[in-house]
T-cell receptor, first 117, second 113 residues
Framework: DGGITQSPKYLFRKEGQNVTLSCEQN?????MYWYRQDPGQGLRLIYY???????QKGDIAEGYSVSREKKESFPLTVTSAQKNPTAFYLC????????????????FGPGTRLTVL | DQQVKQNSPSLSVQEGRISILNCDYT??????FLWYKKYPAEGPTFLIS?????DKNEDGRFTVFLNKSAKHLSLHIVPSQPGDSAVYFC????????????FGGGTRVLVKP
């Protein structure tokens, strides 16, 4: 059955280490997105990709990197340059450029909670 | 600079009554608006959306109203049920900017039995 998977659900990292969060979708969606949610706040866009081998910075890209080598996969690396990486990370996908059910719905994965020790 | 704002961080409502969630935006170029529901430690799920060419869209218990002149949208849930207790986010997008969504800060809804 189709959907978006994120792994792992919980991740612990020591300060100064890079860590990669996985996001896979089998919805045949063109576009994929990474968001970050902090307690009591909304979702903020980190990076997005509208097509394979292309991606753009979102509002808070500093300290993060991504790749889009396959349509199904959009991994996010949290680098040691990210000053406050502890947060809930959400991956999403959508049919870019096509009005599905009238618009731009994004479908979200279950999220990964990253804690820096 | 918050382009999408939800000024009420929380809302408490009795089961069976109406829940009204509000959202304001500043960017007049937004042409599509969405509402998402989120439970703790889960990803948001899409609820309902509205194009800027409409002023109302209804889907079962959920109705979204859009007032473009006031740059305001609202979500009505009637009747409210205990399972509706969650955080609700409004989001906005511009077709010219692809499917990038700008989210509000969320409103936590508690439906009391």
């Amino acid at each position: 059955d189709g959907g978006i998977t994120q792994s792992p659900k919980y991740l612990f990292r020591k300060e100064g280490q890079n860590v990669t969060l996985s996001c896979e979708q089998n919805l045949n969606h063109d576009a994929m997105y990474w968001y970050r949610q902090d307690p009591g706040q909304g979702l903020r866009l980190i990076y997005y990709s509208q097509i394979v081998n292309d991606f753009q910075k979102g509002d808070i890209a500093e300290g993060y990197s991504v790749s889009r080598e396959k349509k199904e996969s959009f991994p996010l690396t949290v680098t040691s340059a990210q000053k406050n990486p502890t947060a809930f990370y959400l991956c999403a996908s959508s049919m870019f450029g096509i009005m599905v059910s009238g618009g731009h719905e994004q479908f979200f994965g279950p999220g990964t909670r990253l804690t820096v020790l | 600079d918050q382009q999408v704002k939800q000024n009420s961080p929380s809302l408490s409502v009795q089961e069976g009554r109406i829940s009204i969630l509000n959202c304001d935006y500043t960017n007049s170029m937004f042409d599509y608006f969405l509402w998402y529901k989120k439970y703790p430690a889960e990803g948001p799920t899409f609820l309902i959306s509205i194009s800027s060419i409409k002023d109302k869209n209804e889907d079962g218990r959920f109705t979204v109203f859009l007032n473009k002149s006031a740059k305001h949208l609202s979500l009505h849930i009637v009747p409210s049920q205990p399972g509706d207790s969650a955080v609700y986010f409004c989001a906005a997008s511009r077709q010219a900017a692809g499917n990038k969504l700008t989210f509000g800060g969320g409103t936590r809804v508690l439906v009391k039995p």
